[in-house]
């Protein structure tokens, strides 16, 4: 059973930084897109971040310049390095894997930023 599996979520003050981990397992992604969600109470899931099998990277205007998003296709897992966090950053951040023949979501990790 393929899965991913999100971490790194916690508490953090403004200004902070933190790296999310997605580990995928149960079959090989590295020819698959992978992305980053996220979803803030009340409000629809929005792209954050994707990044190509061949490394291209991709980003929300809210994000560039401040989260930066790699892969490691043998760890078959895929990283959100989030610097200068602020208040609107906190939400509940997804990872997503987009292959042609499959699309799979992980449960999510919760990123609260504070004051």
């Known amino acids: 059973q393929a899965q991913l599996v999100e971490s790194g979520g916690r508490l953090v003050q403004a200004g902070g930084s933190l790296r999310l981990s997605c580990a995928a397992s149960?079959?090989?992604?590295?020819?698959?897109?992978m992305g980053w969600f996220r979803q803030a109470p009340g409000k629809e899931r929005e792209f954050v971040a994707a990044i190509g099998w061949s490394g291209n990277t991709y980003y929300a205007d809210s994000v560039k310049g401040r989260f930066t998003m790699s892969r490691d296709n043998v760890e078959n897992t895929v990283y959100l390095q989030m610097n200068s966090l602020k208040l609107e950053d906190t939400a509940v951040y997804y990872c997503n894997a987009d292959h042609l023949f499959y699309n799979y979501w992980g449960q999510g990790t919760q990123v609260t930023v504070s004051s």
């Open positions: 149960g079959r090989p992604f590295r020819t698959a897109a």
